[in-house]
């Protein structure tokens, strides 16, 4: 991770350091796990990273590599349905494959349209990258089964990392668009509704509340696909052409291939290499090349993907082939992010033809490879292993053209050979480095001699080029160079080649280390600095580097200056916008220096498309954000500062994305520690990073400067707590650039040394030194003031650590004191380091000290110290000559950041200088002068005027109790007590003589005094320890907990101003019945002192106490009244899920418009609203809205909902909506035990958790002004907490509604749950575990459960799901723990919500034993009011607030009566509008709770819905509990009349004639019921289409109305224990079949008609036509639910061979609905049956079948068609016959004649 640096430059008189933060990371940084950047104060950043003179740059501050650490993630994914499937009358089944796991749905019976609704839930462990990258496939096959496979309809993929993407890490309620990948010509297959969620461990998701599936039609625009993709995506080709590689690593895993090689003596090159690239699921392959190191392919994969694809990397991969199993050598991973731009001027991706460099394992041969894993592309790799020469091209397909191929089938081509010069002209590059000091070198390898290699590819490394082994440049032929060879030699004797050619030294000479202290050795280098230096050559491609460069440090100094804006804010300092203006200045600057520079050497050879399109691009965002960064610059203000902050952090977001080139050229340097020939830990450094440019800008961050280096450990060895330690820390100086330029390669050094070459003598002026040898070196006094740390990490089991500081600096180092079992000590120490020699000029040292190194260990008694945490800190330095005293001396202390591995692990406060020993000795240094007082012994303490200023401070201390302790060694905590510390001084709680007892505190207020620093910010923790007073006088600490910050807990005395506000004129306030839509109003928020009318919007009963709905003007009568006896408890729920709903939508509407707003405003004069989220629906209370803009959806009539009276749905837990009930009991979490280390941190918090101390703080500055005590002179016990309630033991009514729960994980093989409620409170447990619900992952429970408690013995409820197991023992789902102590006392009063409205009957009747006049009575009393006085004309007055309302309410039988209880209830509705006293008081409601399984931490498990409310027992009793169950189904009765059909069309050819007809029958079932289908009789040979039938279907059903669902129950499958529930929408399918005898009958067309929603039939068949299902939107639509009957035409369709919607017939039918009552009355038959029977059809003749009366139908046939043929014929056979016998008979008759016979 980069650190942002920042330090006003000395001169600007700043006394301080400004602290920096670190940035926030995009996601791909997510999983390094920084600190969240509002809780720390971090100077350590900024005092390392301060650069002045620009001799150094700023070293890393994380050590470990958090890349390839596996971690916890789950993707659940909801199949909801399917619609538009194409194919006839299919059986659908939806597969779900993530990577290899597979899961599927059940198969829907005969239906285009199948509903699922199922729950799947897959669970990884695996590191982020591997994670991101599996392929999500949701396929639909038709008709799988357990004997064959199935046919696949289409399916549709994308890679997780995309939904991770997504905000909340989720698709909700969208429709992923189906294709067929083997004929891409094909189109669209269908859609599935589906909800994907991806959760790593830790997020918190936001499910959407599961309201009424409303079935949003809208599939076109809801489609799952991240936001800018294209609703229509088309077929594009990959090609990705693999050219060759180079620099293969000499390997072979084989052991036959030793074996070999010994017996035959062949030495051919052991590897057979080829390409393996994995995209979007698919794989592709090269021929493998036998034998060959340098390998030449010249072939193209390709992949054919829909684009833009929804995978957002390609995977190349090249893999040694072997006949055991291939190995990878180098991973390279494409992101088609960086290499394509989807703007209006954007490019389809393309890269190259380009070099990329792969990483991976050393390149030493063995065996067993155990870095394996980072050839694979797993972690960092930690050595070159080879460079790839590819290129890749998209090409977007014409699907419609009759050339394309259809099949996505990976294929692999020849591709002619690229030419040399293709990828840039060949330079020769020079790598220089100096090393100017190695220490904190690991004690383990400190006896052998160490060296260091430093390799840039495979230049300088030793295992590769054997000094006999002559490497052959590959200077072009074509630029006339002449081939030469050159030797490079991996030895450090330096050798110079004949031609006078210099050779490449690549390591340092071995040296053995010296002993710093117990852990660490340093080697002893003085003033001879060894030096390396490499020659290589490489393709030119510096411009692409230099690019990167110049918005890498655009974007570090945005960086720099953004922490200093955070810090501002932090430290509540003046003026943060001035900062932030300076940094928008800045910004806008050095982007336009950008457009000057980026666009040199535009013809440079090797240029590739991605180089040009690249460059526009950054161009153009560059410009932008210049652009806006000026504009944003005027419009900075104190009250936009925070939105422009976070513009900008979104601007740097942009910047580091488009600093990342795709495409490589120069490999990364690697360093490489050696111990005694063996690898211990590595370094990498970017090349671009140490490139050179003669222009300032473009040269790499750390090039020509001094970089602190920090080895780390290689491969998985380096995770963990190994991985935190340092191996060794060097100062390196390094510079890359082109030989020719190399003159001022040693610019950057500190001044003040000689060069030492290898050869003395003629021609060797140029040549680089192998040492450097100083000559000037200074003399320095360190002064470290180590004053505390706070929040450190716990190392030993009690969950305390011995904490002492070891502090380096160069080659010196020192210890503070160890101080015994605290997480926050203070070592109030100062360190002094004599005769610190530095080497260089003194001007530069002043600017530019080395860094210090703090690590922070924990003492053990035996074994060596464990590592807690490191920080960096630079010190202020002053020279010899200079004035020691302000601005810059004395230092100030400050907070850094201590980090372990990865994570923040607490901050420490102190003070760095570093004072320069002159020609007078020590004398001439400022003296110490520390505090005098105190005796011990050599440790000097902190010198004044560094030491923070003190004064008194009383911290007061509320003792309540203690609670949940668990067991410590085994032992049950018996005789507990409390001591708390802070700086040195405390005190202990009275002794809780027997926590089983009571686990509260006889003494509640206890003070102590002591002296705490004046600046806030420098307080001291608080330690609050909890210890168990055993036999003997022994102690045993129970756990502890360290409060990090107290300005919570300062007490700030209230403003006089409003002490005596009863004083003031009234406020009179209406409350009246709200109109039934949920407008926006117009109010105007009052402060307490004025007097105006304030109009409320109040949901309050009308004067008659029905709900009935209020007409507005302007709108017609409601078409029903609600009847008040149809309502019951859930009628008010959903009515409450909808108004939630309904204000989420409104919310984000103003949340946008408030965004346009700030668009176009700078500086308008309006009032921001201001989200007051205490008033359930009327969250648009107290918003002030600009009067003459149109409230959204004003214009428009809106659709009316009857006014029921609604509760408030928190979509969260309530605790969060009213800051954890801690409005004056705190709870503290008592913690022992070891901290978990890095990932393990949120798990491991819950298993250190050993109980809970309650109570609270209060500190103010001792003496007290006068007014606060005279305010408080009260109880002098109670000190500042007075009207507390005692803490005697209480008697509690507990009363646990459960409503329902959603996305349970599945707990069984079949992927669901039987869930069942357990409820946990203190001894009492119930499992409900007879009343499981079958198979459900959102079963809906609606109980209730009394649970009798004493507090504070019972005071934390456990609500558990379990799954209910037939054998075995049941599973827990999850649980959620309710503290309901704090509920119980709460200002808040969360024991009963108050609801919106009283009422005496009926479904919203008031549960509290006390009345509203009652509880307003207690709440005035407690808070020191006058007693509320009601007037008459329905008023009230509180204190100065008048407020009216309504009188009178109606009991059961109508009659009316006086009350005062509504206006009562206005007042409690208001209360939190009430200045001092008032709070918003708990409304009725229902919370929604996250269930958490212990064994899988921080991954939700599903949420729960309830509420709970406790009724103590002193009170009166309360009534019975409310009635939640849920509601049972309604027994309806469909009766659907098939009368006609027309238009069908004709499937069969007559065998004789020829002619088209269909034997029709109509098919009929409702959803979800087909094995309930009922087909009419068959109309045969139906000749025009025309279908006569009069068939009754009769469909009966169970329906529950709220929810718009049929249910079912019915059993899985044979084998199943129990019915399973199943919750269908209500919708009816008609088909028309063709009947067949012999074969199949075939499907010719349908219709599905939802129940609730569906086209009004047509009056005549003319007038039905296909728009009625295509375009339902502009079609008049009926609910049979309300309508009861209708008659009507409706259209049969199907699709036709282009997949086109046609119609294929019309039918005519009733549909009847009636009540199963009204059914059992009037009974009627089935088809044409008794009783109320249909009348035969009428049908034409034709329609009989022929084998059954053959000559009837003969007849038929012959009359009706062929009547006029037959005739004909008839008649020409009578005149045949006639010819015939007349030329029979002629010739005889002819003979007769003429003999005259």
Known sequence: MKRGKSRASKDEGKGQDEPAILETEDLDKRFSRGPDPDTISLASVTAVTTNVSNKRSKPDIKIEPSAGRPMDFQVSVTVIEARQLVGLNMDPVVCVEIGDEKKYTSMKESTNCPYYNEYFVFDFHVPPDVMFDKILKLSVIHSKNLLRSGTMVGTFKMDVGTTYNQPDHQFYHKWAVLCDPDDITAGCKGYIKCDIAVV?????????????????????????????????????????????????PKMNTSIMANVKKAFIGENKDLVDPYVQVLFAGQKGKTSIQKSCYEPIWNEQIIFTEQFPPLCKRMKVQIRDSDKVNDVAIGTHFIDLRKISNDGDKGFLPTLGPAWVNMYGSTRSYTLMDEYQDLNEGLGEGVSFRARLLISLAVEILDTSSPDVMSSTEVQMEGVPNISDNATGKIEEFFLFGAFLEATMIDRKIGDKPINFEVTIGNYGSEVDDAPTKPTTKRSKKSEGDEEETELIQGSSDEEVADDGELVSVSTTPPMKPVITDRNYFHLPYFERKPCIYIKSWWQDQRRRLYNASIIDNIADKLEEGLNDVQEIFKTEKAFPERRLRGVLEELSNSCSTFLSLANKDQNQAGRTKLDRERLKLCMQELENIGQQAKTMRTQVKKKTVKDKFKQAQIFLQKLRFLADEPQ???????????????RIAYARVPSKDILYSSVEEETGKDCAKVKTIFFKLPGKKGFGPAGWTVQAKTEVYLWLGLNRQRKDFLSGLPNGFEENKAVKGHGMQSSPPISLIYTMKQIFQLRVHMYQARSLFAADSTGLSDPFARVFFSTHSQVTEILNETLCPTWDQLLVFDNVELYGEASELRDDPPIIVIEIYDQDTVGKADFMGRTFAKPITKMSDEHYGPPRFPPQLEYYQVYRGNCTA?????????????????????????PTDMDRGPILPVPIGIRPVLSKYRIEVLFWGLRDLKRVNLAQVDRPRVDIECA??????????????????????????????????????LNIRVVDCRAFGRYTLVGSHAVTSLRKFIYRPTDKSVNNWSTMEEVVIHTEPEPPVKKMETVVKLDSASDAVVKVDMTDDEKDGKGKKKRKKGEEAEEEELDESMLDWWSKYFASIETLMENIKAQEAEKAEAEEREEMDTEGGEIKPDDSNMKGAKKKKGKAKDKNKAVPGEGQPEKKKPKIDEMKVYNRELENEFQSFEDWLHTFNLYRGKSGDDDEQNGSDEDRLIGKFKGSLCMYKVPMSDEMGREMGIDSNMGMFQNIPHNDPVNVLVRVYVIRATDLHP????GK??????????KSEIKDKENYISKQLNPIFGKSFDIDATFPMDSTLTVSIYDWDLVGTDDLIGETKIDLENRYYTKHRATCGI????????????????????????LCKDTKLDQPQYGPGGRVKVANRVYTGPTEIEDENGLKKQTDEHLALAVLNHWEDFPRVGCSLVPEHVET?????????????????????????????????????????????????????????????DIFTGEKSSDIFVRGWLKGQQEDKQDTDVHYHSLTGEGNFNWRFIYPFDYLMAEEKIVISKKESMFSWDETEYKIPARLNLQVWDADHFSADDFLGAIELDLNRFPRGAKTAKQCSIDMVLNEQEMPMVNIFKQKRIKGWWPFIARDENDEMEITGKVEAELHLLTAEEAEKSPVGEGRNEPEPLEKPNRPDTTFLWFISPLKAIRYLICNNYKWLIIKLVVALLLLAMLGLFIYSMPGYMVKKLLGA
């Open 1307 to 1310: 707990a069984d093989i079949n």
């Open 1313 to 1322: 749950a039987d869930p069942y409620i357990a409820i946990k409170l203190g």
């Open 906 to 930: 607490g901050e420490m406060l102190a003070a760095f200088e570093l004072l320069q020993i002159g020609p007078g000795g020590k004398a001439e240094l400022p003296p110490i002068d520390g």
């Open 1489 to 1549: 709770r996250p269930l958490l399984n212990p064994d899988k931490p921080g991954i939700e498990q599903g949420r729960i819905e309830m509420w709970v409310d406790m009724f103590p027992k002193d009170m009166p009793a309360p009534g019975p509990a409310l009635d939640i169950s849920p509601r049972k189904p309604k027994k309806f009765e469909l009766r659907v009349i098939v009368w006609n059909t027309d238009e069908v069309v004709l499937e069969d050819d």
């Open 984 to 1021: 040195g001084k405390g005190i202990q709680s009275a002794l809780i003589q027997n926590y089983k007892k009571n686990p509260n505190f006889s003494t509640l207020v206890k003070w102590f005094e002591v002296d705490l620093p004046e600046n806030e910010l420098l307080h001291p923790p």
């Open 664 to 678: 490589h050229s120069i490999p990364d340097i690697y360093i490489w520690m050696i111990s005694n020939g063996k």
């Open 200 to 248: 790593a461990k830790g997020d918190n998701i936001k499910t959407p509340h599961k309201a009424n599936e409303t079935d949003d039609d809208d599939i076109e625009g809801n489609l799952l696909l991240p936001e800018g993709v294209p609703a229509e995506r088309q077929w594009a080709r990959f090609y990705v052409k693999i050219y060759r590689a180079e620099g293969l």
């Open 1395 to 1418: 609801s919106r409205s009283y009422a005496i009957h009926g479904y919203n009747v008031w549960r509290d034993p006390m009345k509203p006049t009652q509880i307003l009575a207690k």
